[in-house]
Structures are given as structure tokens and as C-alpha cells.
């Protein structure tokens, strides 16, 4: 499908630049990064490396290394 995009003349001038450097068409990287945002905006969870992340935020503490009486006042 077609249809027609209009850019006031900043962005027109980055895109050109973009595209140049990137050696494509400039329907192509358009294409590319209307892609890649849909599927950001349409994600509905976190990146695995996220997940993995936050199911054990401090192992060392999970495996039971940290000493909670050091922190403890002197008496």
C-alpha cells in the first residue's frame, strides 16, 4: 500500500542525510523504523535479559552470603 508522509524541512534534511549514510531509499528506512517502533510499542513484556534480571535482582544475597550481623550496632 501506499500513501504519502509529509516532514516540515528539518526532518526532510536529517532523513536525506540518514538515508545517505545508510545507502538506502528513504521509503525503506522509513519502512524500517515505522517496523521496529510497532513492534516497541506493541510489546507487551519485558526483554528477557530484563526479566532475567529482576526475577533475582541480588543473588549474592539469595545465596546467602551476606552476613546481616556485621551491620548490627555494637552493644
Known amino acids: 500500500m501506499n500513501f504519502s ?4 524541512d528539518d526532518t ?3 532523513l ?6 545508510a545507502g ?3 521509503n525503506r ?6 517496523k521496529d517502533w510497532l513492534a516497541r510499542f506493541e ?8 526479566r ?14 551476606a552476613d546481616f550481623q556485621v551491620w548490627k550496632p555494637n552493644e
Do not use: C, K
Open 5 to 8: 508522509v509529509h516532514f516540515d
Open 12 to 14: 526532510l534534511e536529517r
Open 16 to 21: 536525506n542525510r540518514a538515508v545517505e549514510l
Open 24 to 26: 538506502m531509499t528513504r
Open 29 to 34: 528506512l522509513i519502512s524500517i523504523a515505522v
Open 43 to 50: 510489546a507487551t513484556d519485558w526483554p528477557p535479559a530484563l
Open 52 to 65: 532475567e534480571h529482576f526475577r533475582n535482582p541480588a543473588p549474592e544475597l539469595a545465596a546467602g552470603i
